[in-house]
């Protein structure tokens, strides 16, 4: 009660002590405030003074010489939600957040000691346990022995502004649909890496990696199922890490991972940054239940290391990661490479590729051969569509140049679209022209078949241009069964009944199954070139060719070989029971006017 009669008693000459108080607000203030100046500033009524604390926007209070609190006015009760009466007796340390060490209260009595007044930042408790932000001063009040009489305190909520400056250094500086690091957050701590792995001698490691087949996720299930899958990711690629590795989203499906402080040995270096990308490869592979839905995707990684030899810049090193990641692609997927010098010119070349390829798309520059299909008697059995670059400075391109890079860019869906479309509308003109073309084969891309709107592009192209289905013969090949046989079978199955046939390309090549096969409605399988070439001389590829034709025979299937170049490989196929071939010995693949002049003998 004495303390609280004592706060009560707000003379003049404690109303006169906290005037000068605030005047010394002022950074620029650095003496100590004393009872005897008081005299020479104007006499304003004690009324005025406990006005002014009792309705300033700051929180106040007032502390005696032993930090007691004695008063305290509303504005305070309002911020920290402790009372007059819960705060007077106690210190200031009622509100003490723990977020401050002791060397910061150090400094602080330090200033107070010496100079008089303390300002700054703190982080203050409110009584339900928030932590809130401050901006704070404290002022001594001696006596003219310079002993301390009062402390007098004033601070204001700066919560609004810390979370606006949290939230602007967030867009800055954070990934908005991950929470990783983004970019330039990401350069920055790259960047102090470099540096500290020059002082040191350690090694580092960035990691770049990017999700396989993401678009597909994307396209057929919607960007809010793509976009809870990437946070997932995110979150995935967080736990296996550790604290003092950056994880950041560059955009899209692309993350990138900065491993600090390896070791000061090359060797070792390379084992933990490879460990690291095959434990960050099975975290990812695992199944992922995204809206009802179990999901599963692989990633492909490249990596490259840094040391006190690297004197590039941040995006060169990110450069290096990024073309081994590509090189970790054309390897299969689902897998990690290291970055090597001789990775930068093909990717140089493969990027050179992808911008003509797009132009060439635009201006008209793929076109499609034709390569005829005949039985042992040279009647035509009908033809295959093969896709061709006419570059206009490079001339024609091979398909085995840019049908890689148009697989891996994704460039392969609309591509293998508008080849449909041709593919159907020339077939479509043949026999409007009254030629009789028996089929017209059309291959797929793995890629493009897996594609969720892969059977309405296929409905689309036969509507617009009006051709017979029974007539097109679409090829896909042997490695497309074993990814995801339910939904293959399915897409398949519904465009059998719209008449379209199909054959498996390259039989023989990939994982062949009895069990796969007898599932699935395919019509023909197609014997592989590797196996004709030697046919006549290679008891391997012999036996091989002999067993084909004999699972397309128990199966009901048709047969034709491709790559037939000698009358000796016609044959001993026909001997074998083929009695369908296409190759150079009865036709190169021609433009579709010279197919006329073949329709025309016909």
């Given at each position: 009660m004495s303390a609280l009669k004592k706060a009560d008693h707000f003379n003049t000459s404690l109303a006169e002590e906290m005037d000068s108080s605030f005047q010394?607000?002022?950074?620029?203030?650095?003496?100590?405030?004393?009872?005897?100046?008081?005299?020479?500033?104007?006499?304003?009524?004690?009324?005025?003074?406990?006005?002014?604390?009792?309705?300033?926007?700051?929180?106040?209070?007032?502390?005696?010489?032993?930090?007691?609190?004695?008063?305290?006015?509303?504005?305070?009760?309002?911020?920290?939600?402790?009372?007059?009466?819960?705060?007077?007796?106690?210190?200031?340390?009622?509100?003490?957040?723990?977020?401050?060490?002791?060397?910061?209260?150090?400094?602080?009595?330090?200033?107070?000691?010496?100079?008089?007044?303390?300002?700054?930042?703190?982080?203050?408790?409110?009584?339900?346990?928030?932590?809130?932000?401050?901006?704070?001063?404290?002022?001594?009040?001696?006596?003219?022995?310079?002993?301390?009489?009062?402390?007098?305190?004033?601070?204001?909520?700066?919560?609004?502004?810390?979370?606006?400056?949290?939230?602007?250094?967030?867009?800055?500086?954070?990934?908005?649909?991950?929470?990783?690091?983004?970019?330039?957050?990401?350069?920055?701590?790259?960047?102090?890496?470099?540096?500290?792995?020059?002082?040191?001698?350690?090694?580092?490691?960035?990691?770049?990696?990017?999700?396989?087949?993401?678009?597909?996720?994307?396209?057929?299930?919607?960007?809010?199922?793509?976009?809870?899958?990437?946070?997932?990711?995110?979150?995935?690629?967080?736990?296996?890490?550790?604290?003092?590795?950056?994880?950041?989203?560059?955009?899209?499906?692309?993350f990138v991972i900065l491993l600090s402080g390896l070791t000061h040995k090359l060797d070792d270096a390379e084992k933990t940054a490879g460990n690291v990308a095959q434990k960050v490869l099975n975290a990812l592979l695992e199944v992922y239940l995204i809206e009802d839905q179990e999901l599963q995707i692989s990633a492909s990684l490249g990596i490259t290391l840094f040391s006190t030899a690297f004197d590039e810049s941040t995006e060169k090193l990110l450069r290096q990661a990024d073309v081994a990641m590509y090189a970790a692609k054309t390897e299969g997927k689902s897998t990690y490479c290291f970055y090597h010098p001789d990775m930068l010119e093909q990717a140089n070349k493969r990027l050179s590729i992808e911008n003509e390829l797009r132009f060439a798309l635009q201006n008209d520059q793929i076109v499609l051969f034709y390569q005829p299909q005949y039985d042992a008697a040279r009647q035509l059995l009908g033809f295959e569509a093969l896709v061709r670059w006419q570059h206009p400075e490079k001339g024609m391109i091979s398909p085995a140049d840019f049908l890689p890079v148009a697989e891996e860019t994704g460039i392969i869906i609309e591509l293998g679209e508008r080849l449909l479309y041709m593919a159907c509308r020339q077939l479509a003109a043949w026999h409007s022209q009254g030629f009789k073309v028996p089929h017209l084969a059309i291959n797929i891309s793995p890629v493009q078949f897996t594609h969720c709107n892969f059977v309405d592009s296929v409905n689309s192209a036969m509507e617009l241009t009006g051709v017979n289905p029974a007539a097109i013969m679409l090829e896909i090949t042997e490695n497309l069964i074993i990814k995801n046989i339910t939904e293959v079978i399915e897409k398949m199955r519904l465009l059998k009944q719209q008449g379209i046939r199909f054959s498996i390309d390259d039989f023989g090549t990939g994982y062949s199954s009895l069990a796969y096969l007898r599932r699935m409605p395919i019509d023909q399988l197609k014997i592989d070139r590797s196996f004709v070439q030697d046919i006549t001389h290679n008891e391997n590829d012999a036996a091989i060719v002999n067993t084909i034709i004999a699972m397309a025979g128990s199966l009901n299937l048709d047969i034709i070989a491709e790559g037939v170049e000698t009358p000796e490989q016609v044959a001993y196929l026909a001997d074998c029971g083929c009695n369908a071939f296409q190759g150079y010995w009865f036709s190169r693949p021609l433009p579709g006017a010279e197919v006329l002049s073949i329709l025309d003998k016909g």
């Open positions: 010394l607000h002022s950074p620029f203030v650095t003496r100590r405030i004393q009872l005897n100046h008081a005299s020479s500033l104007p006499q304003i009524g004690s009324s005025v003074y406990q006005c002014f604390f009792e309705h300033s926007s700051d929180a106040m209070l007032i502390a005696d010489a032993d930090c007691k609190i004695l008063h305290v006015n509303p504005a305070f009760v309002a911020i920290t939600g402790y009372t007059l009466e819960e705060s007077i007796g106690q210190t200031p340390h009622l509100l003490c957040s723990g977020v401050h060490s002791e060397s910061f209260y150090d400094q602080l009595w330090e200033s107070l000691n010496q100079k008089g007044y303390w300002r700054g930042e703190l982080v203050n408790k409110h009584k339900n346990g928030d932590a809130f932000s401050i901006w704070q001063r404290i002022n001594v009040i001696e006596d003219n022995n310079r002993q301390v009489l009062y402390y007098i305190s004033a601070f204001s909520d700066i919560s609004i502004i810390k979370n606006t400056e949290r939230k602007l250094w967030q867009m800055a500086h954070l990934d908005a649909l991950s929470g990783l690091a983004n970019r330039a957050l990401f350069e920055q701590r790259l960047l102090q890496e470099l540096f500290a792995a020059k002082r040191s001698g350690q090694f580092g490691a960035v990691i770049f990696l990017d999700l396989d087949d993401f678009k597909k996720i994307n396209d057929c299930l919607g960007h809010r199922c793509g976009d809870l899958l990437l946070q997932e990711v995110a979150k995935r690629l967080q736990l296996n890490l550790r604290t003092e590795d950056t994880v950041a989203r560059l955009g899209g499906d692309e």
